[in-house]
């Protein structure tokens, strides 16, 4: 059994920074790939940012050099998102994803339970 608990997020001015994390805990694997997805309203889910097991991270575009993705050092199934200089279009409910190899099993998904993030003036 995997958890996926988040904290952070709320209301934010447009320029302003959130900070959003996620511990996950129960039967981790050690590859895996922690994310963030969000979905606007009536929009599809779309992955945010992701970082995998040996620190390799991937951003949607319109996020690259405003959001920073990271793992705890002293936790490494803990994750984090840095947003900083957001705008209304940041507006969602942000996800935490964690994807991760089982042996002889392959490849599952978790979720976290979404946490809304507004950004209005």
């Known amino acids: 059994q995997v958890q996926l608990v988040e904290s952070g997020g709320g209301l934010v001015q447009p320029g302003g920074s959130l900070r959003r994390s996620c511990a996950a805990s129960g039967n981790i694997f050690s590859i895996n790939v922690l994310g963030w997805y969000r979905r606007a309203p009536g929009k599809q889910r779309e992955l945010v940012a992701s970082?995998?097991?040996?620190?390799?991270?991937?951003y949607k575009d319109s996020v690259k050099g405003r959001f920073t993705i990271s793992r705890d050092n002293a936790d490494k199934n803990t994750v984090s998102l840095q947003m900083n200089s957001l705008t209304p279009e940041d507006t969602a409910v942000y996800y935490c994803?964690?994807?991760?190899?089982?042996?002889?099993?392959?490849?599952?998904?978790?979720w976290g339970q979404g946490t809304q993030v507004t950004v209005s003036s």
């Open positions: 970082i995998s097991y040996i620190g390799n991270t991937e």
């Open positions: 994803n964690l994807k991760q190899d089982i042996p002889y099993r392959g490849v599952a998904e978790y």
